[in-house]
């Protein structure tokens, strides 16, 4: 009776290894995912993390745009510095075979340029950042086709305080063949800079003097030093007066006229220098502004805030 069973014992055991030998492994299955590891204005790092099945030992990247293009590294990082939509490709290795699974745009690089006169504060996707005149920031989409963004930008005082108007961006990127967006103000307003060579310094400085809806004062100092000082953005009309007083001498002011002492472009994201040379009549001015990038397309403000 052992004997009959030990006999048995034997033969089930050699009939599952049998089959346990005979059972193949499957080619992995590849899968992947990716979220933002840090972010700079100008260079966006990805972090791409492996999820394949079927035990994996060995695997291929193809990074469209990205840097490095190609990679052997079960989950790398890899930085992109130029806005567009890029596709992902990973093949997947074990002992059984391969398998390629390929993520069409599955990376979107949006790049915002502050076009404006004074530096921007954007939030994109979660991020946050400001940029400086005539800069741009970077920011990462993945695996989406929209992304929402919030921007802002004014004239400040050195304490910080906000001068002239505050304009504000609010509204969803749709990533399409050009991920590159020109931020702007359109020729309703105009941004004011000043240089006192004068024997005082201005205190307060007014804009739209004698409008009852346009007219902003603004508590600041322009130094009588020579150098230019930014004010801020303001409503841009025909005819508006600019005044600045003298700070020690309350009832004197020098002003400036729209159509006599300066003449407005009316043209997107224009610019004003005032300048004021001491004499008791002489106004000297000049009008600018800055181009858009033909090649990006253009976003106007949303909203304007006094």
């Not at 000043?194 to 346009?214: A, Q, R, T």
């Not at 508006?240 to 159509?259: H, Q, S």
């Amino acid at each position: 009776m052992k004997k009959r069973f030990l006999f048995n014992l034997i033969i089930i055991t050699f009939l599952t290894a049998i089959f346990t030998s005979c059972e193949e492994e499957d080619p992995p299955q590849p899968n992947f995912y990716a979220s933002q590891y840090s972010a700079s204005d100008d260079e966006i790092v990805i972090s791409f993390n492996d999820q394949s099945s079927d035990g994996p030992n060995s695997w291929f990247w193809t990074f469209e745009g990205g840097n490095p293009a190609t990679s052997t590294d079960r989950n790398p990082l890899v930085s992109y510095t130029t806005p567009g939509r890029y596709s992902v490709t990973l093949t997947a290795r074990n002992s059984e075979g391969e398998k390629t699974v390929i993520f069409d745009d599955y990376i979107n690089i949006v790049a915002l340029y502050n076009t404006t006169w004074t530096p921007m504060y954007f939030e994109v996707g979660g991020e946050s950042t400001t940029v400086p005149v005539d800069g741009y920031a970077l920011f990462a989409g993945i695996n989406s086709t929209t992304m929402h963004f919030y921007a802002e930008t004014s004239g400040e005082s050195v304490g910080g305080n906000q001068v002239g108007l505050l304009f504000t961006w609010e509204d969803n990127l749709v990533f399409d063949d050009i991920n590159t967006w020109d931020l702007f103000i359109n020729e309703d307003y105009v941004f004011i800079n000043v240089k006192n060579d004068g024997p005082d310094d201005f205190y307060p400085f007014i804009v739209n003097y004698g409008d009852s809806e346009y007219e902003i004062t603004d508590n600041i100092t322009i130094d009588n030093d020579g150098l230019w000082k930014e004010t801020g953005y303001y409503d841009a009309w025909d005819y508006m007066e600019v005044r600045a007083y003298f700070k020690n001498d309350p009832l004197t002011y020098v002003y400036w006229i729209e159509g006599t002492h300066f003449n407005l472009l009316w043209v997107e994201n224009q610019g004003l220098d005032l300048w004021y040379d001491g004499s008791k009549s002489t106004k000297s001015s000049m009008t600018k502004s800055k181009s858009l990038n033909k090649n990006h397309l253009k976003i106007k403000p949303t909203s304007v805030k006094r």
